[in-house]
């Protein structure tokens, strides 16, 4: 193996990381200005380079440039004491594998180098790149090769199509499929989200307008109808359109015209057109919510997309699949995941769905401090509880789907295991707080914690203690008996773990 790069003008923190670095079989070179890194790199090439930022005769960031260019693939890792803003950002858009601000923990130090030694060990082969052109739709999970088949069938098809599924699914991924794939490819693809227009704008964002038909319609505008003449319209979030326009709706789709708002003289729509929904159509026909005959009418071909969670064996693919697209984006290179960590992201409910995993890729492009992400880079709300991403829905939404039927929860100051914030434990796979529980585990090991058994085993029995108190209002032989454990021992507990309060 390559030896590792010490550049600093200060002797001792040479002198310290060489003695910490042999004491862990790591060779060492060290330089005292970058001039003379330079050289030597013309020469040779190191395993990692660690250099300070600030050092007389050059800056440790122009080094980093230089072997950005010049070994893309060496991880730099930057040591300064000056520890301001600045040069944190400036040495990751550099591409530094880690900023490390001094004085800092030797063995913490060790701990990085070891990471970015085993990071460059790695290598680029073992990045898979058969993901560089981005396909329409990822999916090797039976219910994706089935809607896949679907859009093959309706390929030579005009058919009105309702796509249903849990918001994040990629409802509009299939649309757009449907129309790419359809005798109307060369035609518009129009998309409207139904839910996110003011039910006084939308009649006219749909249909358009005359000059002069309200207030401030100071010209004549065409509507989507008109915009996706020849060929698709999308509207997504069909269930919550208001009641008066699903009427106007339905008469465009049974006698193929319409009129703008003020309008007098009819137009033809000769438009395809795909619905969408979250919502349980059938359920708001029998309160009145949706008009029957629309319903008939949209429903016509009906495709419905799996929740994440019911293709968990496709979170692997669509994870590196992210990550590639995220690092395209943004101009850099693409970040691999480990198995444990691919692992445990396979293991979550994903209530966001495919757009919470993605957004996920996004923050750990940015984030994550190596180009292998392990499990513990992965961000520290990601539980099953977690609004991630601006979706809001609550694992206790997903349990019941899953059917989950208990009522027990896990309290939510057990670091390391899902908060509870009342979220059923029937639904939450033993893999994820399993996981949580090994992470919490490998992070106590890390900072030398004495006694992690007894540690884990109190905070154990006080989370169940106390959640069983909860549970039958502080009667604590109810509590007891539920639990399976005698009068005389939870008392002695509720002591020894100081519940009384």
């Known amino acids: 193996m390559k030896p590792i790069w010490i550049v600093d003008d200060d002797q001792s923190i040479r002198w310290v990381l060489e003695k910490a670095l042999a004491r862990e079989n790591f060779a060492t070179r060290s330089f005292s200005g970058v001039r003379d890194a330079l050289t030597a790199l013309e020469q040779e090439s190191p395993q990692v380079l660690v ?94 090769q089935d809607m896949f088949r679907a859009i093959g069938r309706l390929s030579h098809s005009a058919a009105t199509v309702l796509i249903t599924g849990e918001s994040g699914t990629g409802k509009e991924l299939v649309a757009r499929a449907l129309h790419r794939h359809s005798p109307r490819a060369n035609g518009p693809f129009i998309a409207l989200n139904t ?39 999308f509207l997504d979030e069909i269930g919550d359109m208001p009641f008066d326009l699903q009427t106007r709706l339905l008469r465009v789709l049974s006698d193929g015209q319409f009129y703008r708002v003020g309008g007098h003289n009819p137009l033809k729509a000769n438009v395809r057109v795909i619905a969408a929904t979250h919502q349980n159509l059938e359920s708001r026909v029998r309160q009145g919510l949706f008009r029957e005959d629309l319903y008939h009418r949209l429903n016509v071909i009906r495709l419905r997309l799996p929740a994440l969670r019911e293709r968990s064996e496709d979170i692997p693919l669509l994870t590196r699949h992210f990550l590639q697209k995220s690092a395209r984006d943004l101009g850099v290179e693409p970040k691999r995941v480990s198995e444990d960590a691919l692992g445990f992201l396979a293991s979550l409910p994903f209530p966001g769905n495919v757009r919470q995993l993605e957004n996920l890729c996004n923050w750990l492009t940015v984030m994550a401090p190596a180009q292998t992400i392990e499990q513990k880079d992965l961000p520290p709300d990601l539980t099953p509880t977690q609004e991630y991403a601006g979706e809001s829905t609550a694992l206790t939404a997903s349990v019941v789907e899953m059917g989950g039927g208990s009522n027990a929860t896990l309290p939510g100051g057990v670091s390391g295991l899902p908060a509870s914030l009342g979220v059923p434990l029937a639904g939450i796979p033993a893999s994820v707080w399993e996981n949580g529980l090994r992470t919490e585990v490998a992070r106590l090991l890390r900072e030398n914690t004495a006694d992690v058994m007894d540690e884990l085993a109190r905070r154990f029995e006080a989370a169940v203690i106390r959640e069983a108190l909860d549970f039958t209002r502080g009667r604590k032989v109810e509590a007891a008996e539920r639990l399976g454990i005698g009068r005389n021992t939870i008392t002695r507990k509720i002591q020894e773990l100081h519940l009384d309060a």
């Open 51 to 144: 250099s300070d930022i600030r050092m007389p005769g050059g800056s440790g960031l122009e080094l980093l440039q230089t072997v950005r260019d010049k070994l893309p693939g060496l991880p730099v890792i930057i040591m300064t004491a000056f520890s301001d803003l600045d040069s944190a950002v400036a040495a990751f858009q550099g591409g530094a594998f880690e900023y490390l601000a001094k004085p800092f923990d030797v063995d913490k130090a060790v701990e990085l180098i070891r990471r970015a030694v085993d990071e460059s060990m790695r290598g680029e082969a073992a990045y898979d790149n058969s993901l560089t052109e981005a396909p329409e739709m990822l999916g090797q999970a039976p219910a994706m």
């Open 195 to 233: 839910a996110a227009i003011p039910k006084d704008l939308l009649e006219s964002e749909l249909f358009g307008h005359e000059r002069g038909a309200f207030t401030g319609a100071q010209a004549m505008r065409q509507g989507r109808f008109e915009q996706a003449e020849n060929g698709t319209l």
